[in-house]
């Protein structure tokens, strides 16, 4: 098992920042990807960002380019995700999610609300 914890959101101005933080613990020698997804009202889960757990190889979905930073930190088995020029358009539920390679193949943080006001 792997249980994932997340910590961070909340309420910011459009053009704030805000940092999520989801830290894993349990079996995490199984993980071999972290991602971050997003589910705004009435829209459908989307990807928002992903970072294998040594730590490379970020990518992020294109409305997020440069303004996201996912990063992971080794020593506490903790991936971050800096939220920068906060739109708000990026108010949803993020959820972080790992990868692995028992089963079950796949993990969910509890989720954590953003909200950007205009």
């Known amino acids: 098992q792997v249980q994932l914890v997340q910590s961070g959101g909340g309420l910011v101005q459009a053009g704030g920042s805000l940092r999520l933080s989801c830290a894993a613990s349990?079996?995490?020698?199984?993980?071999?990807?972290m991602a971050w997804y997003r589910q705004a009202p009435g829209r459908e889960r989307e990807f928002v960002a992903a970072?294998?757990?040594?730590?490379?190889?970020?990518n992020y979905a294109d409305s997020v380019k440069g303004r996201f930073t996912i990063s992971k930190d080794s020593t506490t088995n903790t991936v971050y995700l800096q939220m920068n020029s906060l739109k708000p358009e990026d108010t949803a539920i993020y959820s972080c999610?790992?990868?692995?390679?028992?089963?079950?193949?796949?993990?969910w943080g509890q989720g954590t609300q953003v909200t950007v006001s205009s």
């Open positions: 970072i294998n757990w040594s730590g490379g190889n970020p």
């Open positions: 999610n790992v990868a692995t390679t028992g089963k079950p193949q796949s993990y």
């Open positions: 349990g079996r995490t020698f199984s993980i071999y990807n």
